[in-house]
Nanobody, 122 residues
Framework: QVQLVESGGGLVQAGGSLRLSCVASGRTFSSNVMGWFRQAPGKEREFVAANSRSGSTTVYADSVKGRFTMSRDNAKNTVYLQMNSLKPEDTAAYYC???????????????WGQGTQVTVSS
């Protein structure tokens, strides 16, 4: 069974930065496209970014393009999300998951980790 453990969230002022991490285990990490998703209170979970198996290609949601950078370290089974120029509307719980493909940006697994909360104050 896959295990996903997110960390790095916190409270930050608008314009600030945070770096999230997600450690995956239980499956062959390097064979999966990996992604970040987020869910704000009262809203559905939404796609944020996805990174190819090699890490050479990344796709971003329009709302974070130019501000967020996703990367991965296959040797550590870890993906990262560097978030800069944060806005109050970025406030959400952030989750990682494998993604079906860089074209079909939907979660591969039904299982989710506990997520990490990001709160951006204005």
């Amino acid at each position: 069974q896959v295990q996903l453990v997110e960390s790095g969230g916190g409270l930050v002022q608008a314009g600030g930065s945070l770096r999230l991490s997600c450690v995956a285990s239980g499956r062959t990490f390097s064979s999966n496209v990996m992604g970040w998703f987020r869910q704000a209170p009262g809203k559905e979970r939404e796609f944020v970014a996805a990174n190819s198996r090699s890490g050479s290609t990344t796709v971003y949601a329009d709302s974070v393009k130019g501000r967020f950078t996703m990367s991965r370290d296959n040797a550590k089974n870890t993906v990262y999300l560097q978030m800069n120029s944060l806005k109050p509307e970025d406030t959400a719980a952030y989750y990682c998951n494998a993604v079906k493909s860089l074209v079909e940006l939907t979660p591969l697994y039904d299982y989710w980790g506990q997520g990490t909360q990001v709160t951006v104050s204005s």
